[in-house]
């Protein structure tokens, strides 16, 4: 079992920038790849942008912050960041962090890999 929490969420300008953190405890961190996912008010889940177990791997969704935001992690602390920038008010959302199970190889996974969840953190931005 790996348990999962979100922070650093809040309310910003549009414009501004955010660093969630994801803090991992449990089973091993380092085994599995890493994912982040936003829900907007009334919209389904949407993928936001994953690293692979060793952080040598990242990839983002074209459609939700390609560009503006960075996925990393430190294996030693046990988080993964999620570096947002230039945030847009279409980027409010809950944001939520999601772990793989072991994974034998250092890769990103496909979407429906994610089998364990945290609780969300809230993004607001403001026009």
């Known amino acids: 079992q790996v348990q999962l929490v979100e922070s650093g969420g809040g309310l910003v300008q549009a414009g501004g920038s955010l660093r969630l953190s994801c803090a991992a405890s449990?089973?091993?961190?380092?085994?599995?790849?890493m994912g982040w996912f936003r829900q907007a008010p009334g919209a389904e889940l949407e993928y936001v942008a994953a690293v692979s177990r060793s952080g040598g791997s990242t990839h983002n969704n074209a459609d939700s912050g390609k560009g503006r935001f960075t996925v990393s992690r430190d294996n030693a602390k046990n988080i993964v960041y999620l570096q947002m920038n230039s945030l847009k008010p279409e980027d409010t959302a809950v944001y939520y962090c999601?772990?793989?199970?072991?994974?034998?190889?250092?890769?990103?996974?496909?979407?429906?890999?994610?089998?364990?969840w945290g609780q969300g953190t809230q993004v607001t931005v403001s026009s």
């Open positions: 999601a772990a793989t199970r072991y994974q034998s190889g250092d890769y990103v996974p496909s979407q429906d890999q994610y089998v364990y």
């Open positions: 449990g089973e091993t961190f380092s085994n599995r790849a």
